[in-house]
Structure formats: C-alpha cells, structure tokens
C-alpha cells in the first residue's frame, strides 16, 4: 500500500524501480530500507509493509500533505482560476484525509514544512478549504451519484486490505475528511493570528461569524452527532454526556483528541465561548 500512495510521485516511483531492479524484486533486503519498513504485523496483512518507526512515516504523510497544501494554493494560468481544479481537489482531499484523524505529530510536522515554504498561498489555501469545509457540513460528497467521493475511496481501500484486515465505511471516510479538513483552517487560523499580515485575512468561525448570513449555531454541534459513525463513543462524546448546547460549548466538552486543537484556537471559533 505504500507504494501504491507513491506511485504519483515520480521520483519515490523511479527509485522504487531501482530498488526492485537491484534487489531482485524485494527491496526489504536492503539495509536502509529494512530500518525503516517491516512486515505488517497484523493477521490478514500478508505481503504488504508497515513503517517500523512511526515518526519517520508521519513525517512522509506530512511531506505529502504539504505538497498538495502548495498546490491547492497556487493561481491558474490563462483561464483556470486555480492550478488545481475544484473537482480534482475535492478527490485529492477525500484521498489524503479519509482514510483516518491526522495526529497532532503529523499536523505539527505539517505546520513545520508549510510555514518555511515560500510556494504556500495560505489565503487562497484558507478560502478553498474553508469552501471545502462548508460544502461537505451540507453533505455535497457524500450525496453524489452515482458513486461518490468518499464510496470511491473505500473502494481503494478495500483493494489494498485483505477481508479480515480493518476497513472504513463511507460514511467514516466522509467523517474524518470532514474534522481533518476542520483540523487544518483551525491550524491555519492560529497560525494567521500570530502573523501581522495574515491576522485579519485568515479567520475561521467553525459555525459562520455571528450576525452573519452564513451563521449556523448548530453546525458544530451538527458535525458532532455526525462523527457518531466512526464509533460508538464518538469524538466529542463528553457535549452529549453533560447535555451542552451548542452556544454554551468551552473547551472542556472535548475529548482529549480534539482538545489538541481547540486549545489553540484563539478565539476563531463562536461556537467555543
């Protein structure tokens, strides 16, 4: 599976192929690359790979991630409004962040890369993911037909697992683009407050800026029942236990994973008072 998430980089392509053409087909006998890969450990994972120092692969999923950062933010040329199209970006993002939560290694090692880059456009970054974001609370991705984003994404996932290894239904890759994509404009935001040109360009209110026409109390709270789906518990499962409305939300009603984040918001979210 790894190599199947490289092939679109043709340079890890070109040195996979070298590898397999030195190794005789099995580039694991090499010494760099034994450090770092091993055989998946689970049942049901026979013949693919895992990395054996957790560190170094979120660090890959970062250095990815960025990439695709750079050129979601980047102009078009004659015509084309953005370098990447909406549509191929829409795939690109179902692809890179449906398959689970980013952790905080990973967002803090992408936060690292994006703010050295001098390719990142962070508003234009901002204002499309922010699109993303609302589009996908009004259930534009998951009620396409016939096969939708995320039901496409499943099916790449099942071609890469075996049947007893673990699988995500469309419905939970829809739920964790969604919150990973809410991840990234509350990092953005966070970063943009602390910078004195991007401070008021780059703001992020989760539920709409209040006394707005975009304004929805309800939307955090929305995107709370809704990620249910991914388990029984769910992600933010302390609002429901202490009955929380949704304007009366602090901090404190999250579960550690989120708590990450929201920690750091400063102020960007309505729905936090």
Excluded at 46 to 63: D, P, R
Excluded at 141 to 147: L, M, S, T, V
Excluded at 210 to 222: A, I, M, W
């Amino acid at each position: 599976m790894i190599e199947a998430r490289l092939r679109s980089d043709p340079g890890a392509q070109s040195l996979i192929d070298l590898a397999r053409q030195r190794l005789q087909d099995d580039p694991l006998k090499n010494a760099l690359a034994a450090f770092y890969l091993q055989s998946a450990s689970q049942e049901g994972q026979a013949g693919s790979v895992e990395f054996a120092h957790k560190s170094f692969g979120e660090f890959l999923c970062a250095t990815r991630l960025k990439e695709s950062l750079e050129e979601w933010s980047l102009s078009g040329i004659r015509r084309q409004e953005f370098y990447v199209s909406t549509d191929q970006m829409d795939w690109e993002i179902c692809d890179l962040l449906g398959y689970g939560g980013l952790t905080p290694e990973i967002v803090e090692y992408l936060i690292t890369l994006t703010t050295a880059s001098s390719e990142l456009d962070s508003v234009r970054l901002f204002k499309r993911l922010e699109n993303f974001y609302l589009r996908w609370y009004e259930g534009e991705f998951i009620d396409e037909f016939p096969e939708n984003l995320p039901q496409k994404k499943m099916r790449l996932l099942g071609e890469h697992l075996t049947v007893n290894s673990w699988k995500l239904g469309q419905r939970q890759v829809d739920v964790y683009v969604g919150l990973n994509v809410l991840i990234l404009l509350l990092e953005l935001h966070r970063y943009a407050q602390s910078n004195n040109q991007l401070h008021k360009k780059i703001i992020f209110h989760a539920c709409g800026q209040k006394s707005t026409e975009g304004f929805d109390p309800l939307r955090l709270l929305n995107i709370i029942g809704y990620s249910h789906c991914v388990s029984s518990a769910g992600m933010f499962s302390k609002c429901e236990k202490n009955n929380a409305k949704p304007e009366s939300l602090t901090a404190s009603h999250f579960q550690p994973s989120f708590l990450t984040y929201c920690s750091r918001l400063n102020g960007c979210n309505p729905c936090l008072t």
